[in-house]
């Protein structure tokens, strides 16, 4: 089992710069593909972006790309989410999801293919 923190959220001006990091328990770190969620009020959880086991694969939501770049530090046991170029519709809690992987290729894209879920951190984008 594993437990997850999400740190770094606040209010951001359009155009500006967030560093979003989800903190994990556990000594088994790097089993686990992860991934980043988020949900507006009144919308659908949807993915942002994932990352695989290995680090090797990332995958990234069409509204994201280019802007926010996944990356973890398994000697950390720390997952980030460097998002630039924050636009008002990037508001919403982001909530990092973690699952054991066997394949250390593989991206899990969707809400229901994780089993663990951090608490959230709250972005909010001023225009």
């Known amino acids: 089992q594993v437990q997850l923190v999400e740190s770094g959220g606040g209010l951001v001006q359009a155009g500006g710069s967030l560093r979003l990091s989800c903190a994990a328990s556990?000594?088994?770190?790097?089993?686990?593909?992860l991934g980043w969620f988020r949900q507006a009020p009144g919308k659908e959880r949807e993915v942002v972006a994932a990352?695989?086991?290995?680090?090797?694969?990332?995958y990234y939501a069409d509204s994201v790309k280019g802007r926010f770049t996944i990356s973890r530090d398994n000697a950390k046991n720390t997952m980030y989410l460097q998002m630039n170029s924050l636009k008002p519709e990037d508001a919403a809690s982001y909530y990092c999801?973690?699952?054991?992987?066997?394949?250390?290729?593989?991206?899990?894209?969707?809400?229901?293919?994780?089993?663990?879920w951090g608490q959230g951190t709250q972005v909010t984008v001023s225009s």
């Open positions: 990352i695989s086991r290995s680090g090797g694969t990332t």
């Open positions: 556990g000594r088994t770190f790097s089993s686990y593909a």
């Open positions: 999801a973690a699952t054991v992987s066997f394949n250390s290729a593989v991206v899990r894209t969707i809400p229901s293919g994780y089993n663990y």
